[in-house]
């Protein structure tokens, strides 16, 4: 293993905090997506390389955990969503939590962003992982 991988490329907390808000990772200042979920190729702002930051499936899997942990569990909870009928409860359960989904899934990709910026993670490392070792 070599001694760098042990080492952050840079501070993970403002990294991860720009990615967060939509933002190059690197400088903050330019828009990390041009579309929906599309990564810019270049930062406009600094000109940092962010298509080589691989989100793969992360950002998906942290969305699904953070939804179902911090909204569908704890709505559990409350009797009405019990008590109530589903022709009417699920639709707008449903529609809600799809909303607040879709909400989430961008701001969690820029903070995986920010997190592989941070870490030094590039789609070239793609070799070290040890699950593509079966391909
Ligand atoms: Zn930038």
Redesign the pocket.
């Known amino acids: 293993m070599p001694a760098a991988m042990h080492e952050v490329a840079h501070p993970i907390a403002p990294s991860v905090l720009r990615g967060l808000a939509g933002?190059?990772?690197?400088?903050?200042?330019?828009r990390l997506f041009w579309k929906y979920l599309k990564v810019n190729g270049r930062?406009?702002?600094?000109?940092?390389d962010?298509a080589r930051y691989p989100a793969d499936d992360g950002p998906a899997y942290v969305t699904i955990l953070l939804m179902g942990h911090l909204v569908v569990a704890p709505l559990l909870l409350f009797p009405i969503v019990w008590r109530a009928n589903p022709a009417y409860s699920l639709p707008i359960i449903l529609t809600a939590l799809a909303v607040a989904t879709l909400a989430a899934l961008p701001r969690i990709k820029g903070g995986w962003v920010g997190l592989m910026y941070a870490l030094g993670v590039k789609d070239s490392d793609a070799h070290l992982h040890t699950a593509d070792a079966a391909d």
């Open positions: 933002h190059c990772p690197a400088c903050g200042k330019g930062c406009e702002a600094c000109d940092q962010l």
